[in-house]
């Protein structure tokens, strides 16, 4: 299994739209109602291509085998008192893949980039009770707090969300 930038999603958009809709399809809180479909997936990863061209996000993916099996974006803060921060999101691991310790692997890479960056604050939310909070407290994140009835999940339910945050680099001023 490897993980790599990608700069572009061209010649990937198959396997990004599967993964999402695998994820959403079983109750991932990544922003999108169940059933998502082929033409709502597509026009995401294009919002993300925009994002990947404008130098305003970054995309990892992980490879097994030849599919992607796993994704997670950084969102670079373009205002000019947010510069020094980043955002996790869509951290994703395809269902047929996890427990292989790909969300860490995926999270490493973009920590590493973040640092190379020089961000020093990486924030991101979850969905409260969700496993991906026990990870992101193994990976050093703190939690600042809780937001009732934030996002529906994949189902329309409406849920709490959990807010994270990461000092990085040693928080150079």
Not at 108 to 118: D, I, P, R, T
Not at 128 to 136: C, K, P, R, V
């Amino acid at each position: 299994m490897n993980i790599i930038a990608l700069s572009s999603v061209d010649g990937y958009e198959n396997q990004l739209r599967e993964l999402l809709q695998d994820c959403v399809g079983r109750g991932a809180s990544v922003g999108f109602i169940a059933p998502i479909a082929q033409a709502e997936a597509n026009s995401y990863w294009q919002d993300v291509q925009g994002g990947l061209a404008n130098g305003t996000r970054k995309l990892w993916v992980a490879i097994e085998n030849g599919m992607v099996v796993g994704a997670v974006q950084l969102g670079l803060c373009s205002k000019a008192n947010g510069s020094h921060r980043g955002e996790v999101e869509k951290l994703m691991v395809h269902t047929s893949a996890r427990g292989k310790g790909i969300s860490k692997k995926l999270m490493a890479s973009l920590e590493e980039v973040a640092v190379s960056l020089e961000l020093l604050l990486l924030v991101l939310d979850t969905r409260l009770g969700d496993i991906a909070s026990t990870l992101y407290r193994q990976l050093g994140y703190t939690e600042a707090g809780q937001i009732p009835d934030f996002a529906r999940s994949s189902d329309g339910q409406l849920d709490a969300t959990v807010l994270f945050y990461k000092q990085i680099n040693g928080m150079k001023r």
